[in-house]
Structures are given as structure tokens and as C-alpha cells.
């Protein structure tokens, strides 16, 4: 299984990044997705995830209002649109998948990929 996370960079505050992680997974409708991220000294932080059917979803609450997850299951692709972007945001983001929901928000997952930078200037 590979998880690869596209779309980091460099942006002013209140500027907008999309994020794409790619699976490859023969049955990505199985898992539910989740985006994580890691600041500079820091550990690592969840900061959303959806379900198996993309009708559930949770953020923490530093993003929500901001930043949106959502799956494309005939892509095997996972997004986030992250909006009004704040410094705070600055991290390196990755994806990961696990076999409930419940196991992405806990951390538990079953497959991490490589992260993608994003940096917002101030």
C-alpha cells in the first residue's frame, strides 16, 4: 500500500492550499481516510478524517470552518481544502487510512503515507 500527498507550498495567511493523497489500494472504499499533520517540534496532530462512505466526518477544532476532507472513491484519492490559511497551519501534512473512522481519529492507523509541506507565510 502507498499513500502519496500532493499539493503542499507556500502561501500568504488567508491564502487557500488543495491537498491530494493518492492510494494505492485494490479496496479503497474499505478504509476510512484521515489527514494529519507536524509542525516543527511539535507531534504529530489529527486534524481530520472521514469515513468509509464519506458521510461521516470530523475535524479538529482549529480547522473547522476552514479546512474541508473529502474522498473520491473511483479516484482512490482522498483531499483537503484547507481556507484562510494561518501560520499556525505551518506543518508538514500526511495521509493515512485505517479500517474504521474511529481508528483514524485515535491515530491507529493502518497505513501512513509521506507528507506534503505547507507553509504560510505571515
Known amino acids: 500500500v502507498q499513500l502519496q500527498a500532493s499539493g503542499g507550498g507556500l502561501v500568504q495567511a488567508g491564502g487557500s492550499l488543495r491537498l491530494s493523497c493518492a492510494a494505492s489500494?485494490?479496496?479503497?472504499?474499505?478504509?476510512?481516510l484521515g489527514w494529519f499533520r507536524q509542525a516543527p517540534g511539535k507531534e504529530r496532530e489529527f486534524v481530520a478524517a472521514?469515513?468509509?462512505?464519506?458521510?461521516?466526518?470530523y475535524s479538529v477544532d482549529s480547522v473547522k470552518g476552514r479546512f474541508t476532507i473529502s474522498r473520491d472513491n473511483a479516484k482512490n484519492t482522498v483531499y483537503l481544502q484547507m481556507n484562510s490559511l494561518k501560520p499556525e497551519d505551518t506543518a508538514v501534512y500526511s495521509c493515512?487510512?485505517?479500517?474504521?473512522?474511529?481508528?483514524?481519529?485515535?491515530?491507529?492507523?493502518?497505513?501512513w503515507g509521506q507528507g506534503t509541506q505547507v507553509t504560510v507565510s505571515s
Open positions: 493515512a487510512v485505517a479500517g474504521a473512522v474511529a481508528k483514524v481519529v485515535a491515530g491507529r492507523c493502518d497505513y
Open positions: 489500494i485494490l479496496t479503497f472504499s474499505n478504509y476510512a
Open positions: 472521514i469515513s468509509r462512505s464519506g458521510g461521516t466526518i
